[in-house]
């Protein structure tokens, strides 16, 4: 069985992403509008009345903004760790008693064939999370919202056939740029973001622990753009003897709308 997955959305400005196999089909946050986020599954072929779930990392606006709408319309069940509702219960508005879900971000769980995995990680919020799903040997990874890398998380995610990994921002650009002090200091802090140069990092030992696809995601408008991510991730892999785009293949997730879907089988590894 094939694992599909689609960024339908990945900036500061809202995040949404779509995860999915025969017998069930996930939405990992819902940064956007609930009307903009049904729009970019239609386009990936994916009918929002379909969903079975949405599943939540963290109650920040850029995450949560169509949640209540998309819920209440499709009458889907919204898992998110107890921090996270806390943090997100007064911003979605009302979502029905038997559609709030808490998991435990120590214990994995099925949606369908799907196995899915969370994972804590280091972000300025409640209690958040990222995602690792498998069905059938194929698996892949929500990676983002990260302050600084941890080994906790890289082995969480670690042998994913695919990762979206998060490559915020270039550390000059927001140096050098318009944001107050104390948003710069938040973004470089251990809990704020991952620079492009993380990203590069990251890349490398996840290639080196079996990754063949990597997409680069949560780019900030205003502190990087896309070709500047893909770079400095493609040198920093070739420094390390990795060649980008054969031995591990790199995109680069849309901000304002879906990057295509993408399919993964276990004989991929």
Not at 60 to 67: C, E, K
Not at 104 to 112: C, K, S
Not at 222 to 227: A, H, L, R, S
Request: charged share 25%; proline share 4%.
């Amino acid at each position: 069985m094939e694992l599909r997955f689609s960024p339908l959305f990945s900036g500061s400005s809202g995040n949404a992403t779509y995860v999915g196999c025969d017998d069930a089909h996930i939405l990992v946050d819902a940064g956007m509008s609930g009307a903009r986020v049904s729009g970019e599954l239609m386009q990936v072929g994916v009918d929002p009345r379909c969903l079975n779930a949405i599943l939540v990392t963290h109650e920040h606006s850029d995450h949560i903004r169509g949640i209540g709408i998309l819920s209440r319309k499709y009458d889907l069940p919204v898992f998110a760790t107890e921090g996270t509702w806390e943090g997100m219960y007064d911003k979605i508005g009302a979502i029905a008693d038997k559609n709030r879900v808490i998991f435990d971000p120590e214990q994995d769980f099925f949606i369908g064939s799907i196995n899915v995995t969370p994972f804590s990680t280091p972000h300025d919020a409640n209690q958040p999370v990222g995602f690792a799903f498998e069905v059938d040997g194929a698996r892949m990874a929500v990676a983002t919202d990260l302050g600084c890398i941890r080994e906790g998380w890289l082995s969480a995610i670690a042998g994913a056939d695919a990762v979206i990994l998060e490559s915020n921002y270039d550390q000059d650009m927001l140096r050098a740029g318009p944001y107050p002090y104390d948003l710069k200091k938040r973004i470089m802090s251990r809990h704020g973001h991952l620079s492009n140069d993380d990203a590069g990092m990251v890349a490398v030992e996840l290639a080196r622990r079996g990754t063949r696809q990597i997409v680069l995601g949560h780019l900030s408008k205003e502190n990087n753009f896309p070709e500047l991510a893909m770079r400095s991730c493609e040198l920093t892999l070739k420094m390390n003897g990795i060649e980008p785009h054969e031995d591990v293949m790199l995109y680069v997730a849309r901000r304002d709308g879906n990057t295509g879907m993408f399919s993964i089988r276990a004989e991929m590894v």
